[in-house]
């Protein structure tokens, strides 16, 4: 009996911790990147200012005069003279040793992020691969351009696509592959819930288009852990 009662004591407990730990986490990255950015604008409030009125009042306003600079900052960008500021200063940047090592990865990410946003990937499809009657789940990069496919022997089905497989569960590694257009099967899914599929190593499944997601959440799965420890020990239980 006071086995059974301590073992409820940690399921619950667990349940409790795993329900919190993305809201803190979540909470604690937005409070870092608040502290971070109004940090550099604190130490240029008076004293006497600062001791009148409470310090979250100058850390809003921190925060509203770095939103401004970006907002200007990314207006003055797009624009023919800021844009050939910018790639002088890139440039510039590229050319310091170390820093550049950091700044470029940095940028790369960046460009990365920009160009999936940006239907780097065009749609979700099966192909048969590696062998006939296997299907792996790729992204449909491009159509290959006609040069590519000029010297292809007789018979091979064309036009051919860019098919980017990735690996479960690093997505940004993978296989290039391309594919006759006809041996692709569109998959009813976007990117994004694809992404969630490979990550997930297919344990997360999106739900159909136009219908509500069916799927246990993340509380029902809590849920049904709970009740599964909680039978472990009921009377004629095996071992834990």
């Not at 999936?116 to 009657?133: A, C, M």
Request: proline fraction near 9%.
């Amino acid at each position: 009996m006071f086995r059974k009662i301590l073992k409820a004591l940690r399921n619950n407990i667990l349940t409790g911790l795993f329900l919190v730990t993305p809201i803190a986490v979540a909470v604690f990255v937005v409070l870092w990147l608040f502290t971070l950015i109004t940090d550099r604008i604190m130490p240029f409030v008076p004293r006497k200012v600062g001791e009148v009125y409470p310090e979250i009042l100058f850390r809003l306003i921190a925060l509203l005069i770095f939103l401004a600079v970006l907002f200007l900052l990314g207006l003055l960008i797009r624009n023919m003279i800021g844009a050939r500021l910018y790639r002088i200063g890139d440039a510039i940047l590229s050319r310091i040793p170390v820093f550049n090592k950091i700044y470029i990865s940095v940028r790369q990410v960046g460009e990365a992020l920009l160009a999936q946003s940006q239907t780097l990937f065009q749609e979700v499809v099966l192909v048969e691969y590696p062998r006939k009657g296997l299907f792996s789940m790729g992204f449909v990069t491009t159509p290959a351009p006609p040069e590519f496919i000029r010297n292809l022997p007789d018979g091979v089905a064309t036009p051919l696509v860019a098919v980017f497989i990735p690996t479960t569960p690093n997505p940004t590694s993978g296989l290039f592959i391309f594919v006759p257009k006809s041996e692709t099967y569109k998959m009813p899914i976007g990117v994004g819930d694809a992404m969630k599929l490979v990550v997930s190593g297919g344990a997360v499944y999106p739900g159909a288009p136009g219908r509500a997601d069916s799927r246990p959440t993340f509380l029902d799965k809590l849920q049904n852990w709970a009740e599964r420890e909680g039978r472990d020990t009921a009377p004629g239980a095996g071992p834990s």
